[in-house]
């Protein structure tokens, strides 16, 4: 090993930061002057330093993957106990449906009660939404032997979303139950209160005008009742919501921005008429003068 003095490395450490400046300007200087040179230069370090590089990049891509492999499986993990307790909370709830179920058909034959019929539904396709800020409705393509007539019922996969207006040869105006002229009677589930939706050409129709002192509680569930003939009791609507200012309003459980398909359902309601089968009241005769 070289020994070398106290005052030499204090030489050799004084000069490396002035070398190293030094050099650095002048390949500066050359890459300026000699642009060639100093391309080929560069191409040259860059082929060294490529496969040094990839033996780097390998296993940081190795680790990177174990990684992720490793929060796929613990999000697995989770969500496999996540579908455990829910499919064991749904046989629960599958046995209660059951035992509901076979006592209502024992209560039936007890009561000799009817069933209730099934409603004939047809299918039609949103062809346009009509909404805008004064109105709510949808535009619904129909057959040309069509049996849509106003005032049937429209539900999607969820709840209730409006009822038919109009009705033409080829189409059918759907009136939605947000429009600002729709008013449904409703009732909570739970409790049987009366009340009517309101529709605010907002997305949230509110409730008006409940029966008795229970104010419906948010949370609870809205649907349909039956009062005037026009909607059958019991489809599902919403759950009730307190708006700002205290108001009562019910997000519904039909996504209405996103409709395509709509199920138009005939309970033989007579409850809303087409115009032409209002009867007007005959005049009264008045006395003519002799």
Same mark, same amino acid.
């Given at each position: 090993m070289i020994r070398l003095s106290v005052p030499l490395r204090q030489t050799i450490a004084r000069l490396v930061l002035p070398v190293l400046i030094a050099?650095?300007? *002048?390949?500066?200087?050359?890459?300026? &002057?000699?642009?060639?040179?100093?391309? !080929?230069? $560069?191409?040259a370090l860059a082929d060294l330093l490529?496969?040094?590089?990839?033996?780097?990049?390998?296993?940081? *891509?190795?680790?990177?993957?174990?990684? &992720?492999?490793?929060?796929?499986?613990? !999000?697995? $993990?989770?969500e496999n106990a996540r579908l455990r307790e829910e499919n064991a909370r749904l046989r629960r709830w599958r046995d209660v449906a059951l035992a509901l179920e076979a006592e209502n058909l024992a209560l039936r034959e007890v009561l000799h009660a009817p069933a209730a019929p099934t409603p004939e539904f047809t299918t039609a396709r949103v062809v346009a939404d009509l909404g805008g800020a004064y109105a709510r409705s949808a535009l619904l393509a129909v057959g040309p032997q069509h049996q849509v007539r106003k005032g049937q019922v429209a539900l999607d996969g969820a709840g209730l979303v409006g009822r038919i207006s109009e009705v033409g040869s080829r189409s059918a105006?759907?009136?939605?139950?947000?429009?600002?002229?729709s008013r449904i009677p409703v009732q909570v589930e739970r409790t049987r209160v009366r009340a009517i939706l309101a529709g605010t050409n907002g997305p949230r129709p509110r409730l008006?005008?409940?029966?008795g002192g229970d104010q419906p509680a948010p949370g609870e569930r809205i649907v349909t009742a039956s009062e005037g003939g026009a909607f059958p009791a019991g489809l599902p609507v919403g759950i009730v919501r307190e708006a700002k200012g205290g108001a009562l309003?019910?997000?519904?459980?039909?996504?209405l921005d996103r409709l395509e398909f709509v199920r138009l359902h005939e309970f033989g309601l007579n409850g809303i008429l087409p115009p032409e089968q209002v009867t007007r009241p005959a005049r009264p005769r008045g006395r003519t003068g002799g």
């Open positions: 050099a650095s300007f *002048g390949l500066m200087l050359l890459g300026k &002057a000699d642009t060639v040179l100093a391309e !080929r230069a $560069r191409a490529v496969p040094l590089y990839g033996m780097l990049a390998q296993p940081v *891509g190795t680790l990177r993957d174990a990684a &992720a492999e490793a929060r796929h499986l613990i !999000r697995l $993990r989770s105006r759907l009136l939605l139950v947000t429009d600002i002229n008006q005008h409940w029966t309003e019910v997000e519904l459980f039909a996504d």
